[in-house]
């Protein structure tokens, strides 16, 4: 998963889950928010009570009654006074039951007694609670509400600051990493961002590029320059050889010496040009805009190795699409691919073996498979086998550089290989042609 949906989802995440916390909450904070402001409602009326009854007299709302009662059309509120003759002062805030009019409500109730004209009074100020928790319901339902369209807000908020935060790293990545190939020949531009971290990033990545490329052109280099001076000596070597084989008067002995010591110098020229070759590769000194029908250098290929494969009677089997043409390669690099590995083919395949080749078209690809019934190579050995050198138990006579020049060839011309095989089964090389191969 992306840095960014990461934390993305966590931020989400965690603005839900506070939420939840708060909306858990919600109902008891709502209840105490409710219950003190109606508190705060009962004194202050008390207060307003007061200063009518002072303002209007004690008589003015008796009446000539012992008591008086007052209350709301659907009974919410209601508001007594009457005489009190306990003889103490009295002021509390209580939950109780009254009854009004025969019906018995539940009143959040203030309580207090005041003195006026040398007697003592009572007074009464209730609140239903029903109406109380209906108004600590909405106010519950309202700021749900609220906190819902803050979340999303928050979300989206997040999303998009999210996204902007993290595009220095897209660009580190899209840049610096994903589109990059190897050796990296184009100037490394500096990154434009405020981010110390993002800055120094990619200043780091951009010097780890330029010393993983310095060290690759010091390898070709070297690779280059040893294998050019090694030639000048192995021909020197070869030719004084060749010429003491002609003398007539040589040891029969000496004679097997000097041929064993020919065969090893051949062997040794062969590795430095294969090293030449993949030199020549890794600095693009060949073009690519040949074009080649497949069918037809596959036959060549064939022809020029068919005395090995006779050696070994095997069948060689070639269902090849006629006329498949490809463009942007170059002859002699493909040539030489084919070669390699039908030549493995016959090399590692069993007496009376076979070895098919065939194509076809895959997702605007086109597949070449060279299959054979050979000896196999072991599933942990894939990876390695294309490297200089790397050769599996099986290749104790190999150089070791077939089919790492397969591979210099194929990345070159941008072609995909893709290896199946087991011990004792066989192996199955595909040639991935991609479409800019199939079209002029």
Not at 35 to 40: A, C, K, L, W
Not at 192 to 203: A, E, I, K, P, V
Not at 280 to 285: C, L
Not at 386 to 411: C, H, N, P, Y
């Amino acid at each position: 998963m992306r840095l960014y949906t990461k934390l993305t989802l966590f931020a989400v995440a965690a603005t839900i889950a506070v939420l939840g916390l708060f909306v858990w909450q919600l109902p008891f904070l709502m209840q105490k928010i409710a219950s003190d402001n109606t508190n705060r409602n009962l004194l202050q009326q008390r207060e307003k009570a007061l200063n009518a009854i002072h303002k209007n007299g004690i008589d003015y709302y008796f009446q000539g009654d012992s008591a008086y009662g007052s209350y709301s059309m659907l009974k919410d509120e209601y508001i007594s006074l009457e005489p009190y003759y306990q003889g103490a002062d009295l002021t509390r805030l209580q939950t109780a039951e009254r009854i009004i009019d025969d019906d018995t409500i539940n009143y959040r109730i203030l309580t207090d007694t005041f003195s006026m004209q040398h007697h003592i009074y009572l007074l009464e100020i209730g609140k239903k609670i029903t109406s109380i928790q209906e108004d600590s319901v909405a106010l519950q339902r309202a700021t749900i509400g609220v906190l819902i369209v803050l979340t999303l807000i928050m979300a989206f908020v997040q999303l998009f600051y999210t996204r902007h935060l993290l595009k220095p790293l897209a660009s580190i990545i899209r840049n610096r990493l994903i589109k990059k190939s190897f050796p990296f020949r184009e100037p490394q531009r500096p990154l434009t961002t405020s981010t110390y971290d993002f800055r120094y990033l990619d200043q780091t990545i951009a010097q780890l590029m330029q010393q993983v490329n310095h060290a690759f052109e010091k390898e070709k280099e070297f690779t280059s320059n040893a294998s050019h001076e090694l030639m000048t000596p192995i021909s020197i070597i070869q030719s004084k050889i060749e010429n003491i084989l002609t003398d007539p008067e040589l040891p029969p002995a000496l004679v097997l010496k000097l041929e064993d010591t020919m065969r090893i110098m051949k062997r040794l020229k062969k590795i430095v040009n294969a090293l030449l070759l993949i030199s020549r590769i890794e600095n693009e000194q060949y073009n690519r805009n040949d074009v080649v029908t497949v069918k037809t250098m596959i036959r060549e290929v064939l022809e020029e190795l068919q005395h090995r494969a006779d050696e070994k009677a095997l069948t060689v089997e070639e269902r090849l699409t006629p006329d498949v043409i490809l463009y942007h390669v170059n002859r002699d690099l493909l040539f030489q691919l084919f070669y390699n590995l039908i030549h493995n083919a016959i090399r590692y395949n069993r007496p009376n073996g076979r070895i098919i080749i065939t194509d076809r078209y895959v997702n605007q690809e086109y597949l070449l498979c060279i299959e054979d019934t050979g000896i196999g190579i072991e599933e942990p050995q894939h990876e390695r086998i294309f490297g200089r050198f790397k050769k599996t138990t099986t290749q104790r006579e190999s150089v070791g550089l077939g089919l790492s020049i397969v591979k210099s060839i194929a990345d070159y011309q941008r072609i995909g290989i893709t290896l199946d095989s087991e011990p004792d089964r066989g192996s199955r090389f595909e040639l991935h042609f991609p479409e800019i191969h199939l079209t002029q």
